[in-house]
């Protein structure tokens, strides 16, 4: 018995290696704190499995753990492109639980809130470094796009020659810019949406399937 | 590196050499930048980071962030790198250049006043 399943053990493996092709793609989504990339990845996993991914909040870091929606299966001209979504935390270079407490927050509360952001934004860079395929970068389009954390990011992704899809959210907004996005990023396609509204959508499902299908 | 200022005497700018750099790990360089940032000086490097030594930097950094001590750094190169205009085949041999001036502080003492392809205007402030 013992070696009848070792054999179907070593065909099973063999079999996943040779299919490994087929496996879904991760791609994480990622970009500053408060760039709506939670909302994104609940669009997107409503959108097509029905489910959400996390809690979405106007505080900064309410996403402190990289989170993973399976086998998002999304249908463009009759073909299916599945893929891994993983939110990850909001990276930055800084964390002050201070600023958590103008949120009407209770030190205690502040000081665990910062800490576990900290961990999150550790685990966001590990997972860009080692575990995932391509990257969806969402940016906030009625902020400043030019910021040195946003300029790094960039610049790691590339280095690693990841797919990079550049997202303007929030063109709800009536101080969002797309062409300052473009701007400062001219080397990558940037495509507008609002993410909270489903603004523009189609064509953001159109260039996911065309970057990672 | 010397001590040469007492609590109230100013700010330690360290203006690390490309070739000082050069011969170290990559933890190595990160342990320089962070262990003078968290003395509450100013680590200008003449060279920068890799982006793999960058996201590392981010990575430590966030292990180290601790109420009422440590906030975190500000770090700010210009935000043209050279390795646009390479080839794939110079970054896979590692020829990769990551040469832009980088000046990295501790978050609550500095403050990027302006930033532009060519210029950095920072406010840096006593502890």
């Known amino acids: 018995m013992g070696l009848l399943t070792n054999l179907r053990d070593s065909i099973s493996r063999a079999a996943s290696t040779l299919f490994s092709e087929e496996d879904p793609k991760r791609i994480g989504i990622y970009g500053p704190p408060n760039a709506g990339k939670t909302t994104l990845a609940n669009r997107i996993a409503r959108d097509w499995t029905g489910d959400a991914v996390g809690p979405e909040s106007h505080v900064p870091h309410e996403t402190r753990r990289a989170r993973r929606k399976e086998n998002v299966e999304i249908e463009r001209d009759g073909k299916k492109v599945t893929i891994d979504i993983v939110d990850t935390p909001g990276v930055t270079t800084k964390v002050d639980y201070t600023e958590f407490l103008e949120h009407d927050m209770e030190k205690d509360d502040a000081v665990r809130r910062s800490r576990e952001a900290t961990e999150g934004v550790a685990e966001a860079m590990h997972w860009l470094r080692e575990d995932v395929d391509g990257v969806i970068y969402v940016l906030d389009s009625a902020t400043d796009p030019f910021t040195q954390v946003n300029t790094m990011l960039i610049g790691i992704i590339e280095s690693q020659d990841l797919p990079v899809l550049i997202l303007a959210n929030k063109i709800d907004l009536e101080e969002s810019s797309v062409q300052r996005i473009r701007n400062a990023y001219p080397q990558h396609e940037t495509i507008p949406l609002s993410a909270l509204e489903g603004d523009n959508m189609d064509e953001v499902y159109d260039k996911i399937a065309e970057y990672f299908g | 590196m010397a001590e040469i200022k007492g609590p109230d005497d100013g700010v330690q700018i360290d203006l690390i050499s490309g070739e000082r750099m050069d011969g170290l790990a990559s933890m190595e360089k990160i342990r320089i930048i962070l262990d003078g940032v968290r003395d509450g000086n100013i680590v200008i490097l003449e060279e920068g980071l890799s982006p793999d ?75």
């Open chain 2, 53 to 127: 030594e960058e996201s590392r930097l981010i990575e430590v950094t966030m292990t180290e962030i601790s109420p009422d001590e440590f906030n975190g750094i500000e770090i700010e190169t210009y935000p043209k790198s050279e390795t646009a205009d390479q080839s794939i085949l110079d970054r896979i041999m590692g020829k990769e250049s990551t040469k832009k001036l980088t000046v990295i502080g501790p978050a609550n003492q500095i403050e990027t006043l302006h930033k532009d392809e060519t210029l950095i205007s920072a406010l840096v402030s006593r502890k």
